[in-house]
């Protein structure tokens, strides 16, 4: 099959069998959708040379999130992360016209990148490198773009890092977490490098201490199964972020679905 940037005429993804799960949701699912050179990929710790290409559709593959019963999706460009540019944004652009609340990231690394991301589609957009040029930086995208704009707070041994997971800081979650709120943000996403593509299940007490300053978290890195979801929506989260598992029959998007919802099992 053919690919192409513009998401179109390659592989489709097809799900499990399993019946939609409609109405109030707890947490919010957001099932991930991470591309390279204009496919659907995966990565493992962030590592390139451990890319896995899955040969799908991005445009497909968000079309069958949607008809399962998403209404949220989460879009990473790996290759705009590598590059320090967006490389995607008219697949980014094709998919937002599904409907679907998308947020979007990766080489987001200028204010200009960013207003393209959001004219291309995105409702929020993922900052991460760019928050630490300078000082007065997060103080200015936090009052130029409000909550269209969300820190990745990126976690490595339990120190943040920055710059494709390769610069370290001094600061734990919590204190970067507790810093950007005091200029002026309000959701965070807090990715688990050590366990992102792992399968490996989430550390539920990392998100939970975090909870503790009431803020507003969607949790990525290893969450595989419905109990991983079940432990995240009992603490409060705003949205888990569910990859790999997906695609590699972990769970159900079904299944995900309804551990989201909080309905008892």
């Known amino acids: 099959m053919q690919s192409g940037r513009d998401g179109s005429q390659r592989g489709t993804f097809t799900f499990r069998p399993g019946a939609k799960h ?25 590592d390139f040379s451990k890319r896995k290409d899955y040969g799908l559709s991005p445009l497909e593959t968000a079309k069958n999130f949607l008809d399962a ?27 937002a016209s599904l409907g679907m609340f998308v947020q979007y990231g990766g080489g987001l690394r200028s204010e200009d990148s960013i207003r393209d991301a959001l004219s291309a589609g995105a409702d929020r957009v993922m900052i991460g490198s760019l928050l630490f040029k300078d000082d007065d930086m997060p103080c200015h995208i936090a009052s130029e773009f ?40 309000s959701i965070f996403l807090v990715t688990d490098t050590d366990r992102d593509g792992m399968m490996s299940g989430t550390d539920t007490e990392q998100y939970k201490e975090l909870m503790e300053g009431k803020n507003d978290i969607v949790a990525a890195g290893g ?18 972020i569910v990859g790999k598992s997906l695609y590699e029959g972990g769970i159900t998007i079904s299944d995900a679905l309804y551990a989201a919802s909080g309905k008892k099992q």
């Open 22 to 46: 409609k109405g109030a949701v707890a947490v919010i699912l957001f099932p991930a959708i991470d591309l390279f050179g204009g496919d659907v990929v995966r990565l493992t710790k962030g």
């Open 69 to 95: 019963g998403c209404t949220h999706i989460h879009i990473v460009d790996l290759e705009g992360a590598k590059e320090g540019r967006p490389c995607h944004l008219e697949v980014l652009e094709q998919i």
């Open 223 to 240: 969450i595989t199964t419905v109990n991983d979801i079940i432990s995240l929506n009992s603490l409060g989260l705003t949205g888990a």
């Open 146 to 185: 409000g909550p269209a704009a969300m820190p990745a707070i990126d976690v490595k041994a339990g120190k943040v890092v920055h710059s494709g997971w390769l610069s370290e800081t001094d600061m734990s979650p919590k204190e970067a977490i507790a810093w950007l709120s005091n200029t002026g943000f």
